[in-house]
């Protein structure tokens, strides 16, 4: 693969779209590394312990209540934990590349100097979830009329999970009742798919969710099944889902 200009980052914190609002993100990703020396050795030895997971921002302060900019968000997830972070470097495309896990909002600092544009940082850490690598399966505006967009990620080994982070940022129509799921299939076609992984009935905006499942599969393919059981037909939501292999 090329290498990559920052152009179209999505960030997505729980139920709201934070790309705008920033211009600058690292995420780390790392194991503690203990100390196992004993004498004899002839140099230092270690073992991994628990891996860690953070992510920090920078971007310019905005507290417009359209939409829940960055101050009106922060200020009320700062302290929240099972928050639901995905981050997509290379843009919309589906079937990119998809980072995604559940953490702690742990910092917000609001900064600036006269004269300079008003900006913050950010900080958010895991919580006792993998960083996941998965992949960008739907995002936008999804309804029930919609293909879904069928990808192979490949089959997991017997130590595997399949995990999926998904962000709803409005609901299609008010009263809806949305359904989302992770369904797979031996082959494309999906002629008998079965139903991997169900996400909470959506009934409100700004929601998201991280599921993990440990059932086994030797399927391969993979797509997502909208249904909406209220309100108009064929409504669904705005949001993004991201599904991968761990």
């Known amino acids: 693969m090329a290498e990559t200009v920052l152009k179209n980052v999505k960030i997505y914190l729980d139920g709201y ?5 920033m211009n600058s993100a690292t995420l780390s990703y790392s194991a503690d590394l203990l100390d196992n020396t004993v004498f004899g050795d002839k140099s230092k030895g270690r073992i991994a312990g628990l891996n860690n997971v953070e992510f920090t921002a920078d971007g310019f302060w905005n507290a417009d209540t359209t939409g829940r ?10 302290g929240t934990s099972d928050a639901v972070l995905s981050i997509i470097p290379q843009g919309t495309a589906l079937g990119n ?13 609001p900064s600036g100097k006269i004269g300079e544009m008003f900006g913050y940082t950010m900080a958010a850490y895991g919580e006792a979830q993998p960083l996941v ?10 309804s029930t009329t919609v293909t879904a967009t069928v990808r192979n990620l490949g ?16 609901l299609g129509a008010a009263g809806n009742k949305t359904r989302i799921s992770v369904q797979t299939a031996s082959s494309s076609g999906f002629t008998s798919p079965t139903t991997a992984l169900k996400f909470s009935q959506v009934a409100s905006s700004q929601v998201a969710e991280f599921k993990t499942t440990a059932s086994s599969t030797i399927d391969s393919w993979f797509r997502i099944r909208i249904s909406t ?3 108009s037909a064929g409504s ?11």
């Not at 997991?156 to 999926?164: E, G, I, V």
């Not at 949001?239 to 292999?245: D, E, P, T």
């Open 17 to 21: 779209d934070l790309s705008g609002d």
């Open 69 to 78: 900019k960055i101050d009106n968000m922060a200020m009320s997830e700062i």
């Open 97 to 109: 590349v998809a980072y995604f896990t559940k953490g702690l909002v742990g910092e917000y600092s």
């Open 133 to 142: 690598r998965g992949r960008l399966m739907e995002i936008g505006s999804l």
């Open 155 to 170: 089959t997991r080994k017997p130590t595997q999970k399949l995990y999926a982070s998904m962000h709803v940022l409005a």
């Open 229 to 231: 059981t209220a309100g």
């Open 236 to 246: 669904g939501f705005t949001g993004a889902i991201n599904v991968g292999i761990k």
